[in-house]
Structures are given as C-alpha cells and as structure tokens.
C-alpha cells in the first residue's frame, strides 16, 4: 500500500531539498489535453539535476509514497495524471533542459529530459543535422516524454520511432540509484538492454532524466505533394509506387480523410486550405532526397504513375516551402480540430498495411450501425498507424454519447486486435488502457511485464496505476 503525500512528508521533502524545489501543484499538473481526468498531487517537485531527482525518489521510497513523472504535459492516455488513490508527488523535469552537449561528426545530441522536443531540433538545426522525430506537440512535448512513450510521429517510415533515435539513457531507478547509460556508441553488447526497456516504459521502471540521441544529415532536397486517391487501398498501392520511384527517400506519408479538413474548416475557418472542397481521402506525402536531384519532377513522376494506373485522380505539389509548410499545417492541425469538436472515443491503432482498408470499412460499417457517428480516420499511412476517431454528430456533444464510449472503444479494439492489429501504436497505455493490455496482451508477455515491474520498483513507487494494475 501507498501513502499520501501528506503535509508532513511535503515539510521534510523540502527541507532536504534546494529552496524553491517543491511547489504545490499548478492546475497544469493536474490537467491532460482532453480534459478527461483530472489529476491528484500532494506536491510538484521541480529538480534542477539528476541528484536532485535521486533525493526526491529515495524520500519516496522510504516514505512509500507515489511518485506520478511530468514532462510536458502532452500525452493522451492518461499516463501524467493520476486521479485516484493517495495523492503521489508529481516530478516534473521542466527545469532539466540543457542541451550537455552536441557531437555533429558523430551525429549525436545530450539532452537533458525536460528538454522541449523543438529545442532539440533547433540544436541539432543549430550544428547542421536534424533530430528527425516530428510531432505536433512539438513546442510543448518533452523528451523525457517522447522516450517513456516511445513517440512515433510523422517520419517513423524513415527514421524510426523514439526508441530507434536514443544511443543512450540517463535514469533514476525506484531505489534511488541512478543508472548512468549517456554513452554515445552505435554498439554496446555488455549484457541485458536497459536502455529500450525503460523507453516505453511511461516512468514505470525509472525515471528517464537526459539522453543521447541520434542525428541525422538533413535531407539537402525536400518537397511535398497532397494527392487525392479513391481510398485507403489505392493509397497504399501509391505508397509502394513511392517507394520503388524514391527507395529510402519517402520521409512521410499521411492518410487524410476529408472529416479531417471539415473539421478544420468548422474550428478554424481563417486556416488556408488546399483544396475549396475537400476530397473523400487524401495523401500527404514528403520526400528527402540527395543532392542532384528534383523533388517536384520526382513526385511528377509520381503522380504521373499514379495516375495512369488509376490510383491518383487530383494533386497539388508544393511549388515553394510556404506552400509546403500549408500542407503540414492541414494535417498537423487536425489533433487540434479533434479536441475543439470533442471525440466520443479517440484510438490509437496500428495494423499491419494490408489490413487497413478491411479494418476501415469493417469499423466504419460497425459504428454506422451502431449510430449516426463522424469518423475521422487519418495517420502515418507508411508505418500502419492510424487515429481512428468517433465523434457526435454535427450539432450534438459529446456528453449525449457518454454511455457508448466503452463500447465503441471496444468494437473498435476487437476489430484491430482480429486483425492482427495493436490497440497502442504510439501514445501508449497510460491509465486509460490498462484494461486493454489485460484484455488484448499475450499472457506470457504481460507476466514477464509483471515479473520486471516488481524486480525493479517492489513498492510500486513509479507511476502507480499506469501501464500495469
């Protein structure tokens, strides 16, 4: 059993702490993006340094009192809000955010957890490389976060998720140890990988406090295009066709439905978008390619192809990068549309890419019989990751729906898991999915799970409630 963070244990915190350390929580602490739950917090305990966290999780420890890790505030699956139980201390790392150091000949990056994901990318910019991992929540999210979910993001098809970016991990463990993994090697086979077990892990093995990550040489030549295609099937046969024209190149390739641009047009109509009647599904699609070569003839090309095998009907290539950079805000204002309407039920699937089509049509046919619903289906096409999204429709809430949820999340998951399919591709489970990873997971995996969770926190201390119950 857990204690409270009570008052008397927030007295002795701080007084074994630098002044100014420990706060009472702000409402940002306590809040996710959805506004579905609201959090509990005896106190925020702001370290400057890794030490520092050490302190606060051997306090813990000793006192049995839960510890709920903060980075930016961004994740959608609950996992930085904790709303039931003994009010932990939520450890926010927004003070942990130097950049410690750049090595550009050797394509690495240290930053500190509590770095914004877009400082990191206008370090790396700053010496010439790029840090590829791209989100929306880009100026919020941190990196501390985006390796405890191991974020995905638009260039996953090229560069991999935040687990295929990290050399390296610095991290305090349940017992207040701090486990010192900052190497910056591409090969380190000196026993178990703790590194990519505690990324992904949501603060429930350790807490991540800085990392080593991988560069990459920016791309000298880019270009986007969006092309209208009749569906998700056509749409993968272009992705195919994109690979083979530019094998290596493709950086991004998004499925848009057109729910998503109504979306946009109804939240925010002073958005410029592309097209003045939205097609029934879109691509959007990004190419990085060596010095030399065109990107606008290349997805001509493209497009031409496409065309004459009759999967692309209607296109636009970007002609400048303003125009490129429209392209990006249509689809990467779509998050924010979702939230301003407010979804019934929003998933986060991944499936493997000959399953979509099926699973779109077999979702889609299932919600319709079960009411008069707005989907809004759209993601990272190149990696099988889809949002699939449920929402009342126009003119009515979301509260009208509440009683459906759980079991439009459910049929949804079915169909998803049926088809081989993960009910978490990149936001990971947070509090919101533990029932999920019990329901769907493989016996024999989630034990092990089990088995790792108690070798390494015994008390339970780290994000209780999250991942595993």
Known sequence: MLNPADEHFVATLAQSLPEG????????????????????????ALPRSTAEVASVVRACQAARVGIVPWGGGTGLVGGQVMAEGPAPVILSLERMKAVRGIWPSEN??????????????????????MFPLSLASEGTCSIGGNLATNAGGVNVLRWGNARDLCLGVEAVLADGSILGGLKRLRKDNTGYDLRNLLIGSE?????????????????????????????????????????????????????IHRTGPDFLAETMPDLRQPFAEPP??????????PHGLSAAEMLEDL??????????????IAQSESQRADFWNLREN??????????????????????????????????????????????????GNLHYNVFPPKGAARADFAGQAYAIKELVHDIVHARGGSVSAEHGLGRAKTGDLARYGDP???????TIKAALDPAGILNPGAVLV
Do not use: Y
């Open 21 to 44: 350390t420990i706060r009472a929580p702000e409402p940002r602490h306590l809040e996710e993006p959805r506004s579905r739950w609201a959090g509990l917090g005896g106190c925020v």
């Open 108 to 129: 690495v990056l240290i930053a500190e957890a509590g770095a914004k994901l877009a400082e990191v990318r206008a370090a790396a910019d700053g010496a010439g490389r």
């Open 203 to 255: 603060g429930t093995l350790g807490i991540i406090t800085a990392a080593s990550l991988r560069l990459v040489a920016p791309p000298p030549v880019t270009g986007a295009a969006l092309m209208v295609v009749e569906g998700p099937e056509q749409a993968l046969e272009l992705l195919a066709l994109a690979e083979a024209l530019a094998p290596g190149c493709v950086s991004a390739f998004e499925l």
């Open 280 to 289: 029934e599904w879109l691509v959007l699609v990004e190419l990085g390619l």
């Open 303 to 316: 497009f031409g192809q496409g065309a004459e095998a009759g999967l692309v009907s209607d296109g636009l």
């Open 334 to 383: 779509i998050p924010e549309a979702n939230r301003l309407i407010g979804a019934i039920s929003s998933h986060d699937v991944a499936l493997p890419l000959s399953e979509l089509p099926g699973f779109i049509d077999e979702a889609g046919q299932a919600l319709a019989a079960m009411g008069p619903f707005r989907i809004n289906c759209f993601g990272h096409l190149g990696d």
């Open 444 to 450: 024999a995996r989630v034990a092990a799970m089990r």
